[in-house]
């Protein structure tokens, strides 16, 4: 994706006041060799951006004074209550350096899973993003997962997904952790009928 980034001269809360009145949104650029960039975005162009999965999770091209880079969004701030994009950060891209993101999972073939079709479980997505190490130009838009092969109790886990070419998980310690669950249905237990006391035992009872 491509989006436009202006020069922003000031800073201060003041001056990100009159930015965001005005309908811009103010912002950084860091990493790299480069010193860090203030700029402003187009607040419109930005909030249209944002719901867009791609621009959460791919590299960038940021048309700044001219001319093209590649950088990743790191970070951006909402308003409390406003529809309103109060600040966002991005991080330049080094062809020759690992990133870490948090890539989403697109899942498919739920329904054609002996799991849902056949026993009519419910499948919970425990995992809906993964956190890969890759070098810039592998970075996957989104993984995908095939539930086709899902049957009852049995878990899906990351071993059990093929993650692209040149891409490693980063679990911070899980070794295998779960990524979908197929749970099946719970069955209505319906209780026995209370027998009635026999009329004797009613009359007798309390006496001595």
């Given at each position: 994706m491509k989006f436009v980034a202006f020069e922003r001269s000031k800073q201060g809360t003041g001056a990100s006041?009159?930015?965001?009145?005005?309908?811009?949104?103010p912002g950084i650029v860091y990493g790299s060799t480069s010193a860090p960039q203030l700029i402003?975005?187009?607040?419109?162009?930005?909030?249209?951006?944002l719901k867009k999965e791609a621009f959460h999770a791919s590299i960038l091209d940021m048309e700044f004074n001219g001319q093209s880079s590649k950088v990743l969004l790191r970070d951006y701030q909402m308003h409390p209550y406003k529809q309103l994009v109060q600040h966002i950060d991005?991080?330049?891209?080094?062809?020759?350096?690992?990133?870490h993101m948090k890539v989403p999972l697109h899942f498919?073939?739920?329904?054609?899973?002996?799991?849902?079709?056949?026993?009519?479980?419910?499948?919970n997505?425990?995992?809906?993003?993964?956190?890969?190490?890759?070098?810039?130009a592998?970075?996957?838009?989104?993984?995908?997962?095939?539930?086709?092969?899902l049957t009852k109790g049995v878990s899906l886990h990351l071993n059990d997904i093929t993650l692209p070419?040149?891409?490693?998980?980063?679990?911070?310690?899980?070794k295998n952790p779960v990524v979908v669950t197929a749970v099946a249905p719970v069955e209505e237990v319906v209780a026995a009928p209370v027998a009635a006391?026999?009329?004797?035992?009613?009359?007798?009872?309390?006496?001595?």
């Amino acid at each position: 994706m491509k989006f436009v980034a202006f020069e922003r001269s000031k800073q201060g809360t003041g001056a990100s006041r009159r930015l965001r009145n005005a309908g811009r949104t103010p912002g950084i650029v860091y990493g790299s060799t480069s010193a860090p960039q203030l700029i402003e975005l187009d607040h419109n162009a930005l909030w249209h951006a944002l719901k867009k999965e791609a621009f959460h999770a791919s590299i960038l091209d940021m048309e700044f004074n001219g001319q093209s880079s590649k950088v990743l969004l790191r970070d951006y701030q909402m308003h409390p209550y406003k529809q309103l994009v109060q600040h966002i950060d991005f991080q330049r891209v080094d062809a020759n350096t690992t990133l870490h993101m948090k890539v989403p999972l697109h899942f498919s073939g739920e329904e054609e899973s002996e799991a849902v079709k056949t026993d009519k479980c419910t499948v919970n997505h425990v995992v809906t993003e993964l956190e890969i190490a890759c070098l810039p130009a592998n970075l996957p838009e989104f993984i995908a997962v095939s539930l086709t092969g899902l049957t009852k109790g049995v878990s899906l886990h990351l071993n059990d997904i093929t993650l692209p070419a040149g891409c490693k998980a980063v679990t911070h310690g899980k070794k295998n952790p779960v990524v979908v669950t197929a749970v099946a249905p719970v069955e209505e237990v319906v209780a026995a009928p209370v027998a009635a006391a026999p009329a004797d035992a009613k009359k007798g009872k309390g006496k001595k």
